[in-house]
C-alpha cells in the first residue's frame, strides 16, 4: 500500500520512495527514507493534504507525494 491509503493514528514503515528526480530527492531531503517509522496524524476533510510524524517532526503531505511512498503496516 502507499502512505496516501494509510488510516489516521497508523503507524507504517516506510519500504520505498518513489517519483522522479527532483520529487523523490524531496522527499528523501525532508526524512522520508527506507526503514523509517512514519505516523499518520491527520487527514484533511477533502483528503488532501496528509499530516504525519516522522523523525519527531509534523509533516504535511500532497496526497500526490504520498501515492509515491511505498509502506507497510
Known amino acids: 500500500m502507499n502512505l496516501g491509503e494509510a488510516r489516521p ?8 520512495v518513489g517519483g522522479e ?3 523523490m530527492r524531496r522527499i528523501m ?10 505516523i499518520v496524524r491527520k487527514v484533511a476533510p477533502l483528503g488532501d493534504p496528509i499530516e504525519i510524524t ?16 511505498l509502506v507497510e503496516a
Open 21 to 23: 528526480g527532483a520529487t
Open 9 to 16: 493514528g497508523e503507524m507504517v514503515t516506510v519500504r520505498k
Open 29 to 38: 531531503d525532508m526524512g522520508i527514507t527506507k526503514g523509517c517509522k512514519v
Open 54 to 69: 516522522v523523525r519527531g517532526y509534523e509533516l504535511s503531505l500532497r496526497k500526490s507525494e504520498a501515492s509515491n511512498i
